[in-house]
């Protein structure tokens, strides 16, 4: 895990709301509001941008920043992309910052 480009990846309001969001889809996005949302793909990007209340192509720059870091999964579905959260590396940069920082 390269942490100085994880914690740039996550030095932004927004992306840290996202990785809330994202944590507990369900408490965060109204069901009857996205697209298709499945556990196993996550939450389609323009479901994202509009609880960001921010536009598709700047909430897409902030997933693909995070998921280069490996904070997030992106899936490919048709013309859409979908993004969860990869707990298994949140849970490695919480164990560097507990241990290290």
């Known amino acids: 895990m390269k942490i100085l480009e994880v914690i ?5 309001q927004t992306r840290l709301d996202i990785l809330t969001w994202l944590k507990d889809p369900f408490a965060y996005f109204p069901e009857e509001e996205l697209t298709d949302y499945s556990p196993s793909l996550g939450v389609c990007v323009s479901d994202i941008a509009k609880k960001a209340k921010m536009s598709v192509p700047t909430v897409s720059v902030y997933l ?38």
């Not at 740039?8 to 932004?12: D, H, R």
């Not at 992106?74 to 979908?82: E, I, N």
Request: hydrophobic letters at 35%; proline letters at 0%.
């Open 8 to 12: 740039k990846s996550i030095s932004n």
């Open 64 to 101: 693909k920043m995070m998921s280069a870091s490996d904070l997030l999964v992106a899936t490919r579905k048709d013309q859409w992309t979908y993004y969860k959260r990869n707990e298994e590396a949140i849970q490695q940069l919480a164990e560097l910052i507990k241990n290290k920082l």
